[in-house]
């Protein structure tokens, strides 16, 4: 199987991308994508306000209220609801950890734990993770242990989706 790999940098900004081609183009385009649209990006330095931590907001759909599904303890984010699949389980604590900590640049530690205190299997994470990137959802930078996850526009919008699924579900 063919392997690409990638790496730039552009002023403070970094990309890198191993795998199979296909991959490696998805996350470039990505890339791309949060490139073309600064205002999107958001610093680590400043948190949320309180009354916007637990409800992240869209325009067309409405508030979302992760807190019904959502926990945080210290560094760790994790779900009080079952979610359908280890997909679902990742996007949200993806998700989680954008809004309630405005981490941008999650760590595999991050997911991890945040399965675990959700009862949540971590078999094959990394082919799932993989998949989710594949679909245009994350941006992977870094590699092996130094590999970090980045929510695309397009997987920010799918973890909303899934967040008011499972939120429906519960209620």
């Known amino acids: 199987m063919e392997q690409n790999k990638l790496r730039i940098k552009i002023g403070d900004h970094e990309f890198e991308a191993e795998g199979p ?10 890339f791309k994508e949060l490139m073309a649209n600064p205002q999107v990006q958001t610093s680590r330095a400043e948190p949320l ?22 926990k945080v303890e210290g560094r760790v984010v994790s779900l009080t609801a079952r979610a359908n699949s280890l997909e679902d389980a990742l996007m949200l604590l993806l998700l989680g950890q954008k809004t309630f900590r405005n981490n941008d640049s999650i760590t595999g530690a991050e ?15 990394g082919r799932t993770l993989d998949k989710i990137a594949s679909d245009g959802n994350i941006i992977i930078t870094g590699a092996h242990r130094g590999k970090k996850y980045r929510m695309t526009n ?18």
């Open 21 to 30: 081609p296909e991959i490696v183009q998805a996350q470039l385009a990505a």
């Open 49 to 70: 306000p309180a009354a916007e931590q637990s409800v992240t907001r869209t325009p067309s759909n409405g508030p979302v209220a992760l807190d019904k599904i959502i």
């Open 111 to 125: 997911l991890v734990d945040g399965l675990k205190r959700s009862g949540q299997s971590t078999d094959h994470r």
């Open 154 to 171: 397009q997987g920010m919008a799918r973890a909303q989706e899934i967040a008011r699924r499972v939120i429906a579900s519960v209620a």
